[in-house]
């Protein structure tokens, strides 16, 4: 699973300082990706180029936005509404280090972490994963994993996952009975300059008219 020459070009342009994550976008307030109300941060860069991905503009793994951790949780901690914190992406799991961190600090402040990823459990277990896979995968309470797969999508509003192949994976049993949300919900957030972001299914990261 390690990466070829290709991909490990492509990690290489992941240019992040000591403390910072390379996001592609957040929002505050989402309920439709996990339980209750999360904010939500998708991260820059994805090697999977999965076809009918929700977020193309997640693929490339040169610097979009960079923030430091401590920014990212004071801004998640701003908003009283946000009971957790989801990750997505792009891959969650290239900036794991940076992630365990933030998933740490936030649960010392009684936030729930969960994540996306094109990952398997089992490839995020093995010794050639992302470099700090098992430091991520120790703070979770939720994973959703496997890649997407278009001839494999889900449309039903009951739905936990976006194709039949993946998994939702609950490390923390107080979740058991809060797998609530639906993947095949769209959801859109009017920010206060006008722009609009869509999440959920089919929902992208780029703001639209």
Wanted: charge should be negative; aromatic fraction near 8%; include cysteine.
């Amino acid at each position: 699973m390690m990466p070829n020459s290709q991909e490990r070009a492509a990690l290489r342009l992941m240019e992040i300082p000591p403390d910072h994550l390379n996001i592609m976008g957040y929002v505050d307030e989402s309920e439709v990706n996990g339980p209750g109300c999360r904010a939500v941060i998708w991260v820059q860069g994805c090697l999977r180029q999965c076809p009918g991905c929700f977020n193309p503009a997640s693929w490339s793994f040169e610097p979009n936005q960079l923030i430091r951790i401590d920014q990212l949780l004071a801004k998640i901690l701003a908003n009283p509404r946000n009971e957790g914190v989801t990750f997505s992406g792009g891959e969650p799991f290239w900036q794991a280090p940076a992630l365990a961190q933030l998933a740490h600090q936030a649960k010392a402040r009684g936030l729930s972490v969960m994540s996306f990823t094109g990952f398997t459990l089992e490839e995020l277990q093995r010794s050639d994963a992302p470099t700090g896979a098992q430091a991520l995968l120790d703070e979770l309470d939720i994973l959703v994993d496997g890649p997407y797969v278009e001839s494999l999508a889900v449309h039903t509003p009951d739905s936990l996952v976006s194709s039949r192949n993946q998994r939702v994976h609950v490390f923390n049993p107080a979740f058991h009975d809060r797998l609530n949300w639906a993947s095949d919900q769209m959801e859109i957030h009017i920010f206060k300059d006008g722009s609009r972001l869509i999440t959920g299914y089919r929902g992208q990261m780029n703001l639209t008219e």
